[in-house]
C-alpha cells in the first residue's frame, strides 16, 4: 500500500510536469495548466506520505535498501521541482514560481484557518446545546420543588395544619376571642314550690318576670335564688299543676303499650 501510493504520486509529478513542458508554449497563462499544477503538488503529497510509513523504526532508518529509495525518490522530485519552476519562471516571468507557492500556501492556511472556525464554531453550539439542557435541567428542578412544595401545602391545608387554619376552640375560648357572646346573667328568685309525687317543684322568677321551673330533692329544698340567663320579653307565670298534669300525661302515653289493629 506504501509502495503503490509512492508509486502513484511519483506517475503524477511525471505526468503533470510532461504536460506542462509540452504545453506551456502555448496558453495563454497560468490558468492554462493550473490543473497540472495542483497535479504536481498532489503527487509530491503523496511520495512525502508515503515515504517511511508502513515501515518499523529499524526498517525506515537501517535498511540499506529503503533508504536508497526514499533518497532515489526526493532527488526525483527534487529534480523534476526545478525543471518545473524554471519552465514556469521562462514563460511567465522569475517570480511566478515564487507567487504561485505564495498563493498555494495563502490557499492551503486559508482552508485551516477556515477549518479551526469550523471546529470553534462546532465546539460553540455544542456549549450552547449544552448550557441550554442544563438550564432546561435546572428549570425543570425549580418547577419540580415548586409542585412539591404546593402539593405539601395543599395537604396541609386540608389538614387543618396551616398556620392560619381555623381551630376548634372550645366555649370558653370563643367567649374570650369575642366570637361567640356569653350569656347575659341574672338572679332568680324562688317565687312558689310544691310537693308532687315526692318532688319538689320550684319556680323561679328573674328580670322581666323571666320564669323557671326546676326539681329539687325534698328533703333539702328549693334554693332562694341562682344565677340564671337574662331574657329581654315577659313570660306568664307557669301553673305548678298544670306542668304537672302535662308531665303525667306525658309518662303515661310512653308507658302504653302500642296496639296493632
Aim: with cysteine; charged share 25%; hydrophobic share 35%.
Amino acid at each position: 500500500m506504501v509502495v503503490a501510493e509512492i508509486l502513484t504520486g511519483i506517475a503524477l509529478v511525471q505526468k503533470s510536469v510532461e504536460f506542462i513542458k509540452s504545453n506551456i508554449s502555448t496558453v495563454q497563462d497560468i490558468s492554462g495548466i493550473a490543473k497540472q499544477i495542483d497535479g504536481f503538488f498532489l503527487g509530491e503529497e503523496q511520495m512525502n506520505k508515503g515515504q517511511g510509513r508502513g515501515m518499523s523504526i529499524a526498517e525506515q532508518f537501517g535498511s540499506v535498501e529503503s533508504s536508497a529509495n526514499d533518497f532515489i525518490n526526493r532527488k526525483l522530485l527534487e529534480e523534476r521541482r526545478n525543471e518545473l519552476k524554471n519552465i514556469i519562471n521562462l514563460r511567465f516571468g522569475p517570480a511566478a514560481w515564487d507567487q504561485i507557492i505564495a498563493e498555494r500556501a495563502n490557499r492551503i492556511n486559508q482552508a485551516k484557518e477556515a477549518q479551526r472556525q469550523q471546529r470553534i464554531k462546532a465546539r460553540k453550539q455544542q456549549d450552547e446545546i449544552m448550557e441550554m439542557l442544563k438550564w432546561v435541567g435546572y428549570s425543570c428542578i425549580a418547577v419540580g420543588l415548586i409542585f412539591g412544595a404546593l402539593v405539601v401545602t395543599v395537604k396541609a391545608y386540608a389538614k387543618g395544619k396551616m398556620y392560619n387554619a381555623p381551630k376548634d376552640y372550645t366555649r370558653n375560648q370563643q367567649i374570650n376571642n369575642g366570637t361567640v357572646k356569653p350569656p347575659v346573667l341574672t338572679t332568680c328568685r324562688l317565687k312558689k314550690q310544691k310537693v308532687y309525687k315526692g318532688k319538689l317543684a320550684c319556680i323561679y322568677e328573674g328580670a322581666n318576670r323571666k320564669f323557671t321551673l326546676d326539681f329539687a330533692d325534698i328533703r333539702v329544698g328549693c334554693p332562694k335564688q341562682f344565677r340564671c340567663q337574662y331574657r329581654r320579653l315577659n313570660d306568664k307565670e307557669p301553673s305548678i299543676d298544670k306542668v304537672m298534669e302535662s308531665l303525667r300525661l306525658s309518662l303515661i302515653h310512653i308507658s302504653e303499650p302500642t296496639s296493632c289493629s
